[in-house]
């Protein structure tokens, strides 16, 4: 199993930036990563992914310039940096982990576990 912890979430004026973390536990090895959004009233989507070596990297066309995805395997760690941020931004950001998947693919799904969101507003 894989249990994941997101940080970082947090109320920022447009244009800012902020640094998400999703620190990873348990069976971390070989597992791809991606970051997820839901904002109020709409369904839950893809914002980006990265594959077990950091080599690949999947963005999202919404955010993709904005936002960059990174991971640290040595500290179980991964980020997603959002600058120039926007209102239609806001959401619950969840990371969320792929055990069945090969160490150079950043996959769009399917996610095996979810963490429990972190909230992020952006403010006009």
């Known amino acids: 199993q894989v249990q994941l912890v997101e940080s970082g979430g947090g109320l920022v004026q447009a244009g800012g930036s902020l640094r998400l973390s999703c620190a990873a536990s348990g069976r971390t090895f070989g597992v791809a990563v991606g970051w997820f959004r839901q904002g109020p009233g709409k369904e839950r989507e893809f914002v980006a992914a990265?594959?077990?070596?950091?080599?690949?990297?999947l963005h999202a066309d919404s955010v993709k310039g904005r936002f960059t995805i990174s991971r640290d395997n040595a500290k179980s760690t991964v980020y997603l940096q959002m600058n120039s941020l926007k209102p239609e931004d806001t959401a619950v950001y969840y990371c969320?982990?792929?055990?069945?998947?090969?160490?150079?693919?950043?996959?769009?799904?399917?996610?095996?576990?979810w963490g429990q969101g972190t909230q992020v507003t952006v403010s006009s």
């Open positions: 990265i594959s077990w070596s950091g080599t690949y990297r």
């Open positions: 969320a982990a792929c055990t069945t998947t090969l160490p150079t693919i950043a996959p769009k799904g399917p996610y095996d576990y």
